[in-house]
């Protein structure tokens, strides 16, 4: 893999030469095996502890978890008081349950601030349940938080921050508490879900497995596999496993351009070719100066001091850059070619859509 960039600014063109990626890979690199897969859990609950970093007077839902946390030790607070509490946070746990774990197996857990809260950093997590996409509890989370930031401010209103201290992790910070079924070991087939669909991977899949374990594997599309399985678990464990370290070849896919408007990242995939074409870049700059002239007449004249505004506007025409592309050049061409001409990013961006906009591009622009 190679990468070139250019220079000027925060901006930067990114060339990866994907060719080497087509080479064979082990099927676990392209596909997943349907029925193993992770599953997202989250929940709503309470970081205490903070030295006076937590949710203000503004979150209201804070004193409301406040009042029914307490109200569940038999603390009653008067009718119609809200406790503030700036040791305390409300938060949204997130975790990740990995497919095939049992009861009493720990996950690590994500912690955000939900409300105004300046810094998680120190805080302990009450006990949260984190629930799946069907309201079912899977897993209890509760722990002491690990915030890699830092949040200080003065009297005076400066402040300074380094990294985000409104997030925080707390490892192996949950417990399993329900397991989730999976159909793995009950359907007759396994089925491989092709992470890049691609009609070509798909039939080399088919016959890579079929020359090593005899026919027993045929492609429903461009997106899956169905493989003929052993039925004891164990077998299927073991034959699933001898799948996943088999070399497939990988079939050739659509060179791409991908714009990164937000960050001004422009990625030229090495299967990008183009038609002769003939591209112009330049650079029209205008600048307008703003100043002021003072007349001041002679001790005599009798006449009174004056200032009158002054304008100045330049156009500054940059030196003009044309170039050609013949039939099918690499990806390497082009880029030594942009190079040359000292083309930032945004330019790039602009004559590559151009040049697809005039049909000079193999390839797919996509933008995101």
């Known amino acids: 893999m190679n990468s070139r960039f250019l220079n000027g600014g925060c901006l930067l063109l990114a060339c990866l030469l994907l060719a080497p990626l087509l080479a064979a890979q082990p099927l676990r690199n392209l596909v997943s095996v349907e029925g193993i897969r992770d599953n997202q859990l989250i929940g709503y609950g309470l970081v205490v502890g903070l030295a006076g970093s937590g949710d203000g007077s503004q979150a209201k839902y804070v004193g409301q978890s406040l009042t029914n946390l307490l109200q ?46 300046k810094s998680l950093r120190g805080g302990t997590l009450l006990l949260t349940p984190l629930r799946g996409v069907d309201g079912e509890v899977y897993a209890l989370a509760q722990g002491n938080l690990v915030v890699p930031a830092l949040a200080a401010q003065g009297n005076s209103g400066s402040s300074v921050t380094v990294n985000l201290p409104t997030a925080g992790r707390i490892p192996r910070g949950a417990s399993i508490e329900r397991e989730i079924a999976t159909d793995f070991d009950s359907k ?12 070509q991977t798909a ?67 090495e299967g990008v070719r183009v038609h002769p074409a003939a591209v112009s870049h330049g650079v029209l700059k205008v600048v307008i100066s703003e100043g002021y002239n003072v007349s001041q007449p002679n001790a005599l004249a009798g006449g009174n001091t004056t200032v009158t505004p002054s304008s100045s506007i330049k156009v500054e025409q ?51």
């Open 203 to 269: 039939t080399n899949i088919v016959n890579a497995v079929n020359r090593q374990f005899g026919r027993i594997a045929s492609a429903r599309d461009a997106t899956s596999v169905e493989v003929v399985a052993p039925q004891d678990p164990t077998q299927r464990v073991a034959f699933v496993a001898r799948l996943n370290a088999m070399n497939v070849e990988v079939g050739a896919e659509v060179g791409k351009v991908i714009f990164n408007t937000r960050t001004g990242t422009v990625v030229v995939g």
């Open 318 to 368: 940059g030196v003009g850059h044309m170039f050609k592309w013949p039939d099918g050049v690499s990806l390497q061409t082009i880029i030594d070619t942009v190079n040359s001409t000292g083309a930032t990013p945004d330019d790039i961006m602009a004559i590559l859509q151009a040049l697809d906009e005039a049909g000079a591009i193999d390839g797919e622009l996509v933008v995101i």
């Open 72 to 117: 569940q030790f038999g603390l009653k607070l008067p009718p119609g008081t809200s406790p503030t509490a700036k040791n305390t946070a409300a938060v949204m746990v997130s975790a990740t349950f990995p497919s095939g774990y049992s009861k009493g197996q720990t996950i690590d857990v994500t912690v955000s601030s939900l409300g105004d809260a």
């Open 188 to 199: 007759p087939t396994v089925k491989l879900s092709l992470k890049r669909p691609n009609f």
